[in-house]
């Protein structure tokens, strides 16, 4: 779901939307986000940068999320 210009650069399949300090991405479960809350806006858009956009698989929760789909 795309919440600003920017989301159109993201790679991960779990992020979900994104708000001044914050990252939503697809949960454990069916009825659940993770939502990250960055101290920052500059920390949430660095974030954003190294693991939603580009490395997202060496993010922890892509990772985590990933072995929910695993048989």
Do not use: R
Request: aromatic share 12%; charged share 30%.
């Amino acid at each position: 779901m795309a919440t600003t210009y920017k989301d159109v650069e993201i790679q991960c399949p779990f992020y979900k939307e994104q708000v001044k300090q914050s990252i939503s991405c697809e949960g454990l479960t069916d009825e659940s986000i993770i939502k990250l809350w960055f101290n920052s806006q500059k920390a949430k858009e660095l974030h954003m940068k190294v693991f939603c956009q580009n490395k997202y698989k060496n993010c922890e929760i892509y990772t985590m999320l990933e072995k929910k789909y695993e048989d």
